[in-house]
């Protein structure tokens, strides 16, 4: 039976322990705050890293900016077979030696919410998650979480990041910061709610991405701004046609629910 340690109990380490909680596996929950929670889903319940000894697999689900020292702490406590993977949303900045069986991962999932109490089993259901090599029992249970296992390396990782999650991100704060009159701001509904949804990301994870992946933001941000500038330059006959194409290829993308299923193939 496997032995899964999560370490840090925020919006994703919280889903990935009540998911794996409807499993057989034993299940341990780390976390200096929200360990007393975590007691509702299994018996292992801790705020000590030293009780991931023993742990087949670990996912370390702590802030960006203390994952590495996570992982350093690890390799005096877990043993050389252990798999350990980290769900940040950058990997290039982690890459390099340890004392495990280090893979990194980043599930496609998330919400604007943050913290245990927004956590939730399901929030993985139909997800991808991209993994930086292959390994069997962590695709197993990824699996079993209802996300489907990616493999990309994680330069190209990083980049495919800077142009579908962390651009949005910056443009809906300055999409938001654009909008400058209150009248623009009471009438304001649906449309605009969704775009700028993004704007309420934790401040400070967002500025940990726009400062480790700077290089990839940039260069996202000409591509972007090359596109805009391509459909404010067209004719309008010219950009209608350009609008339906893009729009039919954006349906394409996702089904009816919502769920990304793209294939290059």
């Known amino acids: 039976m496997l032995k899964i340690a999560v370490i840090g109990l925020g919006l994703i380490g919280g889903s990935i ?10 299940v341990a929950a780390i976390s200096k705050s929200s360990y007393d929670k975590a007691k ?12 991931a000894r023993g742990a087949d697999v670990v996912f370390v689900c702590s802030p960006m900016n203390e994952a590495k020292n996570v992982l350093k702490r ?19 900045f982690l890459e390099g030696g340890y004392k495990f069986n280090y893979i990194g991962t980043h599930p496609m999932a998330g919400t604007e919410e943050s913290g245990f109490d927004a956590s939730k089993s399901e929030l993985f259901c139909g997800a991808k998650w991209v993994i930086t090599k292959r390994n069997a029992i962590l695709e197993e249970v990824i699996k079993f979480m209802g996300a489907e296992p990616v493999l990309m390396d994680s330069k190209t990782h990083d980049f495919a990041a800077a142009q579908i999650s962390h651009l949005p991100m910056l443009l809906s704060f300055a999409l938001f910061n654009s909008v400058k009159t209150n009248e623009a701001k009471t009438i304001a509904a649906s449309g605009f709610r969704d775009t ?17 992946n700077k290089k990839n933001i940039d260069k996202s941000i000409d591509l972007f701004l090359e596109s805009l500038t391509y459909l404010k330059n067209l004719k309008d006959d010219e950009r209608i046609e350009v609008l339906k194409n893009i729009s039919q290829k954006r349906a394409l993308m996702y089904d009816k629910k919502g769920k990304n299923i793209f294939n290059p193939k």
Do not use: G, H
């Open 74 to 92: 690890l390799e005096n406590i877990v043993s050389p077979k252990c798999i350990v993977c980290d769900v940040c949303s950058l990997k290039s």
């Open 40 to 51: 509702s889903y299994t018996p292992y319940a801790s705020d000590m890293i030293e009780d």
């Open 196 to 212: 700028t949804r993004l704007a309420a990301t934790n401040e400070i994870l967002a500025a940990d991405m726009l400062k480790l």
């Open 17 to 26: 322990l009540k998911s794996l909680s409807e499993s057989d596996w034993e």
